[in-house]
């Protein structure tokens, strides 16, 4: 084949069908030595220029509507840098991408997950969504019925802490113990409520822990940050005042059930956020001297001095009445319930029994506490402990009872509180409610 020359020097070369632009021995049909400006182009496929093969640049910035496909126009999945598209970008379906949705994703830094607060959540999201919770600073995902939170924060020094506060000693009280659940020991002082009073009930998050109501009758609510010591906080308001309720909750929400004067008023308090506690919903019978506790996802109200041997369960993520779960063997007056993810465990002068929180049934008996014939005690726990401080045997105590929930058998004698009271109410920062909504 001939060799033609177009223009002067080597500016533009055409030989044996190739075009050589900068060179004089072009080795494709067009061969360019040096950058290339232009104003607009089109191509049917990018990856024959060399500065983009393979898309081993820091940047692909595509300024017009483009097709993405894994046909004649190449695939985009070796890039290594970004892509800034300016216009509508297209998707084919034979594509490893696919509209709305990546099937695999490797990722060498960091990438950012949707965030909003809880009232953005979407109203039906796909299950594995996951997205920042900004309210309370959470990573959450929805598992097909509910929202729960991914439990990857580190809750401080203080995991393990368990908390005694208010009651009668034998005049009304606003002391605050506490202990470190993972070892044996006696309490410690931390502080003092708002309001000296007996009967408060208490529930937590990992962080916050809430006093609600008591005996002179109030609807005062107090709050304490469990991982240091100091006096409590006003928080809000019941909805209705009372005292001898139950309480419990997740991770975010409070829930507290029930109440002397005679009360079936569930009522609900979000712990990141101060104000006055909301109307959830009702027990199936007014209730008071009721005890509480709940895994991630229900809360539960046991025993009590009207319907006493019946357990009630509600969902702590929506509002609304609550259903009949079962009974207990334990028809203890004024007993006092704590939880691990999985078991409920019921206290008081009968013993203590359990039950699997995740399905309906009786009780069964799991031991019997250090103290005999225990009433008006508070109760909390840990993941693997569960323990009942102080309380009338009918004389005050200040006996801490711990029992390894792992295993059933009877309590024993972890320490003393600093106070011999009863009517007071416990509350922890690694309970079983923790983790969920």
């Not at 300024?63 to 840098?81: A, V, W």
């Not at 931390?190 to 998050?205: M, V």
């Not at 004024?334 to 039950?355: E, H, I, M, P, W």
Request: some cysteine; aromatic content about 8%.
């Amino acid at each position: 084949m001939p060799s033609i020359r177009v223009g002067l020097g080597t500016d533009l070369n055409i030989k044996g069908g190739n075009t050589g632009i900068g060179t004089v021995t072009p080795t494709a049909r067009l061969e360019v030595v040096g950058g290339i400006v232009a104003e607009r182009a089109s191509s049917g496929g990018i990856s024959t220029f060399k500065e983009y093969q393979g898309f081993n640049q820091t940047l692909a910035a595509i300024p017009h509507d483009t097709l993405i496909d894994n046909g004649e126009c190449g695939s985009f999945n070796s890039l290594t840098g970004e892509i800034k598209i300016d216009g509508e970008t297209t998707i084919s379906s034979g594509s490893t991408v696919e509209v709305g949705k990546i099937k695999r994703l490797t990722v060498t830094d960091r990438f950012a997950v949707p965030l909003g607060e809880t009232n953005n959540r979407d109203a039906a999201p796909e299950a594995g969504t996951t997205r920042f919770n900004q309210d309370f600073g959470t990573l959450e995902f929805f598992d097909g019925v509910n929202w729960k939170t991914v439990n990857s924060y580190s809750r401080g020094g203080a995991t393990g802490r368990g908390l005694s506060g208010g009651g009668a000693d034998p005049s009304n009280t606003a002391h605050i113990d506490y202990i470190n659940m993972s070892t044996r020991g006696n309490g410690l002082d931390f502080g003092d409520l708002t309001l000296a009073r007996n009967n408060p009930s208490g529930c937590s998050s990992s962080i916050r822990g809430l006093y609600c109501g008591g005996s002179p009758t109030t609807d005062t609510i107090d709050y304490v940050t469990i991982a240091s010591t100091g006096n409590a906080i006003d928080f809000g308001n019941l909805t209705v005042a009372r005292y001898s309720t139950g309480s419990c909750g997740s991770s975010t929400r409070g829930l507290t059930g029930g109440g002397n004067p005679a009360s079936n008023v569930i009522d609900y308090h979000q712990f990141s956020t101060l104000g006055d506690s909301l109307d959830f919903g009702d027990l199936n019978a007014a209730q008071y001297g009721i005890g509480s506790a709940s895994s991630s996802t229900r809360g539960f109200w046991v025993g009590g001095t009207v319907v006493d041997a019946k357990v009630q369960m509600v969902t702590i993520a929506s509002k609304g009445n609550a259903i009949d779960f079962g009974f207990i063997t334990n028809k203890t007056k004024n007993g006092r319930a704590c939880s691990n993810n999985t078991q409920l465990l019921y206290g008081g002068s009968q013993g203590v029994d359990k039950f699997i929180m995740a399905s309906g049934g009786n009780s069964i008996k799991f031991g019997d506490l250090a103290v005999s014939s225990l009433t008006f005690s508070s109760s909390f726990s840990s993941q693997t402990r569960g323990f009942w401080t102080q309380g009338r045997t009918p004389t005050n105590q200040t006996t801490i009872n711990m029992i390894e929930m792992s295993s059933g058998g009877d309590a024993i004698d972890f320490g003393d509180m600093t106070l011999a009271k009863q009517k007071c109410a416990g509350l922890s920062d690694s309970h079983g409610g923790l983790g969920g909504f």
